[in-house]
Structures are given as structure tokens and as C-alpha cells.
């Protein structure tokens, strides 16, 4: 993951990095609907509904997160990394397999450092 430095122009922009973003293999590609699932705001409430955090309502909604498989629950699947995607709940990139498991799509898996596409 590289990183890309502002230019300084302003004194605000003097320190200012983002990722480049390189290693996305398609950028407008959306994510696969199956694999993603709602992710509820909390508003400062706990269980009961009772606010336990003061000034936390309202705001942006959230999106939703992306399904991993950080357990690795079946083993010894063969399968094909088919693109590396961008998730914006995780500092890491997502690898997406080509594998289908009787269920259904195969959920991906963070992608280690230096990991690439066959």
C-alpha cells in the first residue's frame, strides 16, 4: 500500500497523506450484495436503550461492512484470488476468491502484505 503525499500548499496540507489506492484491481466495481451486511448505528445506547454515552445521536448513517471469513471455516478449498477491493470499516484490503461453497459465495479474506493476483 503505498502512500500519497500533498503538495504544500497550505500550512493544513503540509503533513497530509491518503493511500494511492494502487493495488485495486477495479475501482468502479461494486461490492457483491451478498456479502455485505447492515451496520446498525448505536447512538450512545446501550442494550436497554438507555444512553450511556452523552451527545452521541443523530449524524451520518453508516454503511455497511463487508462479510470476512476471519475464522478460515472450511479448510482445504482450492480457489483463485479474483480481485483485491477496498473496505472502508478496515486498514486492510479485502481479496476476493473465486471459490463458491455450497451456501453460496465464497466470503473474502483480508489480504496479507505483498499478496497479489495470479
Known sequence: MGVRYYKPVTSGSTR??????VEIT???????KSLLEPMPKKGGRNFQGVITTRFRGGGHKP???RVIDFKRIKDHVAGTVVSIEYDPNRTCRIASSSTRW????????RRPQGGRIR
Do not use: I, N, Q
Open 16 to 21: 497530509g497523506s491518503v493511500s494511492d489506492f
Open 26 to 32: 477495479d475501482k468502479k466495481k461494486k461490492p457483491e
Open 63 to 65: 454503511g455497511a461492512t
Open 102 to 109: 455450497d451456501e453460496g459465495l465464497y466470503p473474502g479474506a
